[in-house]
């Protein structure tokens, strides 16, 4: 007599409703996320230790916003330090904040790593789009800090003091860069950080237009902290890109909403 079997259970085949990784507890996670955040902290430090090499080139491109406003001026473009020690010091900070930028990529993959085990099979395969654009936003950002907007609050600021010798140390200068550069460089995530809320349903393109007019003012409150002046043509160089960012998440939100609903239909 034949034996039946019974049927196995169904296997849902839809990639969509199905997680590649397992499952994780609170303290899984905190070792995940020290794992990330060291791989991290070695890329960074290993990008920097390259860099050092080139410590004397690097200087002279974060100068360059005000030697150049100095020698427009017709002033004394030279930065000036007081502690022996601030030299060293100095390019062991532009080592860093240069191994910083080299290593965003590498950052970026593991914040990428640390997410994945919560997202669906099919989401995995945006991690080098991820990591492409995160990086290539971060680093236009300090390019237009650099370029553009530190430039010209440097020009306001030393043309305000025209009545006194600038003496400018060389360490000031760089915590004033650094600030100015990783800010701009952060800010210009908007996009993404919109996207992956707009990926996960939290906010949708309606919600970022009817909310506009808050954004402006966010976005001008935030140009206003990041330019070490009160000069509103420097701090609008930096605010009009951020708007222009703000739109461009606009449009990402709704191509991702567009995709969603495209997807719900055909479930």
Known sequence: ???????????????????????????????????????????????????????????????????????????????????????????????????????????????????????????????????????????????????????????FLVRFGDKFTPMIEINEYLDLALQVIVAVGLIFELPVVIMVLSFFGIVTPRFLWKNLRYAILITAVLAAAIIPSNDLASIFIVWIPLVALYLLSILLSWLVWLRRKKKAQMA
């Open 1 to 155: 007599m034949a034996t039946t079997l019974p049927n196995p259970p169904s296997k849902n085949t839809n990639p969509e409703e199905e997680l590649n990784g397992k499952q994780m507890s609170f303290l899984e996670h905190l070792e995940e996320l020290r794992q990330r955040l060291m791989h991290s902290i070695i890329g960074i430090v290993a990008a920097a230790g390259v860099c050092f090499a080139f410590h004397q080139r690097i200087y002279d491109f974060l100068a360059q916003p005000i030697t150049g406003t100095l020698a427009r001026l017709h002033l004394h473009a030279s930065l000036v330090y007081i502690n022996p020690v601030d030299p060293f010091n100095l390019y062991i900070k532009i080592s860093l904040l240069a191994g910083l930028f080299v290593a965003c990529p590498y950052v970026l993959y593991q914040i990428w790593l640390f997410i994945s085990p919560g997202l669906y099979r099919h989401e995995k395969r945006y991690i080098w789009p991820f990591v492409l654009l995160t990086s290539s936003l971060f680093i236009a950002g300090g390019f237009f800090a650099w370029r553009f907007a530190f430039p010209a609050a440097l020009e």
